[in-house]
């Protein structure tokens, strides 16, 4: 009863937070976009920047609302599912998450009522002050839900008392070995989303030729912004495998395919594609690349990448080939989506301004209508690379998922979930409806800011 419990609880975690996390990334990142927008705005006075924050705003109001929503239940969890670990992890995780509320979701909320519904009745100033602090609040949650998750991935500043977590020191549990590639990693993770799908709305309607002047603008401001945080996540996302190999041996292996530790002397090399067979320890099938992985894990050619075989059974991640191609698609789309940036950039550059010649490139267009997804494949991937191939733990190498779980009756769980399945296809469905309105108003080019 309590494996068949254990894995209904895990199934249900797995899919509110695969739903859930669809929502802030774009919040962070359309409520940055929307500032520097807003600052244009006061800055240089012209009314484009203005009705680009009026229209952008209001697919955030929907996205904003969607994620509070979707994010409740997965709160409830840790009291009703994951007792056991919110007891062992209570003294930081219960604190950490208690400053995201307090800290980050209070000035978010606090002030998106003013960005909204504040136009014409506060200065310019102070609605681009509230613009700014709905900004900074949604990225300082993804820092304190970041800082959360490193350290259950890279534990530090703790010790285990009575079979309690105590923090000896908070300045080294939060600044954990993971911490910083994982708060970066994420965070330019949804600033590359918010902008791809900016850039894909736009060019969706610079391909069907509507208000091709107004959506020229966002277009372009995007491929500005993307041009350089595409490259720098692939950057960061390469630094943070560095880490992985460090701090959990394991999770590398398991993502590169990756059995038998070479040799001193040696290099490791790089399965390119493989099938692996955790059964056997081995790969089915591999094609591989002599001596890349090595270079790849720890930036020397002779650098030592342990392998599964020398890792007890117990203590591997399970569904290996879910772990190996979740993260070459996340890998994969971060690569084409850079490389479309500086494609884009070129072709940009190109056109010299011109917006007859930047319609004429319909393929590109259209390229960029067909990515809007992806960035959010990309970062869902991402997630299962990082939580599945942290198992069999919850806080890594300190406290076991199997002894993590409440004694919830299976059936219980399983009615949450069919419940959590409705909840959020009507969510969706609701989303999308508003959305779709959304985009077939357009711009409303009668909105006029007060002198």
Same mark, same amino acid.
Request: proline fraction near 4%.
């Given at each position: 009863m309590h494996e068949a419990s254990l894995m209904l609880s895990r199934a249900q975690f797995a899919l509110t937070a695969i739903f859930h996390i669809l929502w802030p990334i774009l919040t962070i990142s359309l409520s940055a976009f929307i500032l520097l927008m807003e600052a244009l705005w006061v800055r240089r006075g012209e009314i484009i920047y203005y009705h680009h924050v009026r229209y952008w705003s209001k697919l955030l109001i929907l996205n904003f609302a969607v994620g509070v929503v979707s994010g409740i239940p997965m709160e409830f969890q840790f009291g009703t599912n994951w007792a056991p670990f919110s007891t062992f992890t209570g003294q930081f995780v219960g604190n950490i998450l208690g400053f995201e509320g307090a800290m980050a979701f209070m000035l978010e909320a606090g002030f998106i009522g003013v960005m909204l519904w504040g136009w014409n009745k506060v200065p310019r100033g102070v609605h681009l002050f509230a613009t700014a602090m709905v900004a900074l609040g949604s990225t300082i949650s993804a820092f304190w839900i970041m800082v959360t998750n490193s350290w259950m991935q890279t534990p530090a500043g703790i010790a285990v008392q009575d079979g309690k977590v105590v923090v000896t020191s908070y300045f080294d549990a939060i600044f954990n070995p993971g911490m910083?590639? %994982?708060? $970066?990693?994420?965070?330019?993770?949804?600033?590359?989303?918010?902008?791809?799908?900016?850039? $894909?709305?736009?060019?969706?309607?610079?391909?069907?030729?509507?208000?091709?002047?107004?959506?020229?603008?966002?277009?372009?401001?995007?491929?500005?912004?993307?041009?350089?945080?595409?490259?720098? @996540?692939?950057?960061? %996302?390469?630094?943070? $495998?560095g880490e992985v190999f460090e701090h959990q041996p394991a999770k590398g292996a398991a993502i590169e395919g990756h059995w038998v530790t070479n040799a001193p002397g040696t290099a490791a090399p790089w399965s390119l594609l493989a099938w692996p067979d955790q059964k056997e320890q081995r790969n089915d099938w591999s094609i591989e690349v002599p001596g890349v992985l090595s270079v790849l894990a720890t930036h020397d050619i002779h650098g030592k990448v342990t392998g599964m075989r020398d890792i007890p059974l117990a203590d591997q991640p399970p569904a290996l080939p879910l772990l190996y191609y979740a993260f070459r698609v996340m890998a994969g789309v971060g690569f084409a989506l850079a490389l479309l940036a500086v494609w884009t950039a070129f072709g940009l550059r190109k056109a010299r301004g011109r917006l007859s010649a930047l319609l004429a490139q319909r393929k590109l267009l259209l390229a960029w209508v067909l990515c809007i997804p992806l960035p959010y494949l990309a970062v869902e991937c991402g997630w299962i690379v990082r939580e599945? %191939?942290? @198992?069999?733990?919850?806080?890594? %190498?300190?406290l076991r998922t199997s002894a993590s779980a409440s004694a919830v009756a299976p059936d219980a769980v399983m009615s949450s979930i069919a419940m959590f399945i409705v909840f959020y296809i009507v969510l969706l469905t609701t989303f999308f409806i508003f959305a779709r309105k959304w985009q077939r108003n357009g711009p409303q080019f009668e909105e006029i800011p007060h002198a």
């Open positions: 910083g590639f %994982g708060v $970066g990693h994420m965070w330019l993770a949804s600033l590359e989303t918010g902008l791809c799908v900016v850039a $894909g709305i736009s060019a969706w309607h610079l391909f069907r030729q509507r208000h091709p002047e107004f959506f020229a603008k966002s277009f372009k401001m995007a491929l500005m912004m993307l041009v350089v945080v595409a490259p720098l @996540q692939v950057l960061i %996302g390469d630094a943070s $495998g599945v %191939g942290r @198992q069999p733990w919850t806080v890594y %190498g300190l």
